[in-house]
């Protein structure tokens, strides 16, 4: 069975395209182009299986980068793609399940492997009347959409009629990075039947590292710990979560970065006639009618961003890293022009 089209892959496309892996500039992920310092990871660290002890240390750090309330628990995964395919297995199929889309390519699967149905391709206040349990990615991928307010609402329908949601926040900052968002975790916390989602490598550049952390009320989050067995995170992972997740001074710088880079890759695609779907600090997407020709003439010059075979007039872009990766960039688009 082949796998659902995602970002990444630079090699295999460097392949496709004639450029040695090296040379491809790889902006299809949205993951962000610096990765935190991770430096003096002790030995033991390798040799030994995760103890309980890294454990709490790496989730004591998750709940202060994130703020989550005294009452919510939360766990780790090996990255939120492990976590989301679980999440389906706590909720008994009943009704369809809404997925706002366009949006991220897995949930759907995972709830359908899951027994469930699902509707999509409709506005939220029309599922209303169909669904119990919702999905949400905020802030969207690809489109960066944010409605925090709807999904306030259909998480005070749904929980009176017995439903379930889950809000990925894949693409959402650490509060330290970020501290004027009001955080839904906070604003949901008195939901019980509300999960949280929550990546690690996106922000801090370590996607390699798999580690996500799922946050809810305790009884979800203890079934969900339990479904993911033992040491569903490595030693390794615990250590440089633990370190970066306590390092708010480089959140906060870190933070500062991502914005530049998110207004300056801006700038450069309106400044080229292509218009803006939306995007967050880790990308920007295009609506354009030749979105998969753009991403073909990029490809040929050595640059990977992200199409979507459903959503054909959208075209994600990744950030540069520095001066010489927006000037390529730069250079193909006004060429492609």
Known sequence: MSQREHGGDSDQAALSFGHSAGDMLDLSTGISPIAYPADNIPAIAWNRLPSQTQLEKCLAAARRAYAVP??????????????????????????????????????????????????????????????????????????????RVGIKRAAKRCGSAGGFVLIDGAFAMPKAADPNHTSLIEALGDQPHVVHLRSFGKFFGMAGLRLGFAIGAPKLISQLSQNAGPWAVSSVALEIGAAALDDTVWQQCHGQFLNAQAKRLKHLLLGAGLPLRGGTEL???????????????????????????????????????????????????????
């Open 70 to 147: 005294d009452h919510l628990d939360i766990m780790a995964g090996s990255g939120t793609q492990s976590l989301l395919q679980l999440i389906p297995h706590l909720v008994v199929p009943d009704g369809p399940v809404f997925i706002e889309q366009p949006t991220y390519n897995e949930h759907r699967p995972a709830w359908e492997s899951a027994g469930h149905d699902t509707l999509s391709g409709v506005d939220v206040a029309i599922a209303q009347h169909k669904c119990k349990s919702y999905v949400f990615v905020v802030p969207n991928n690809p489109t960066g959409d944010d409605d």
């Open 283 to 337: 990308f920007q997407t295009i609506h354009h009618g030749a979105a998969h020709d753009l991403h073909d003439k990029l490809a040929a010059a050595a640059i990977w961003t992200r199409k979507f075979a459903d959503w054909p007039d959208l075209l994600r872009f990744g950030l540069p890293a520095n001066d010489a990766e927006f000037w390529r960039l730069e250079k193909i688009i006004n060429n492609w022009r």
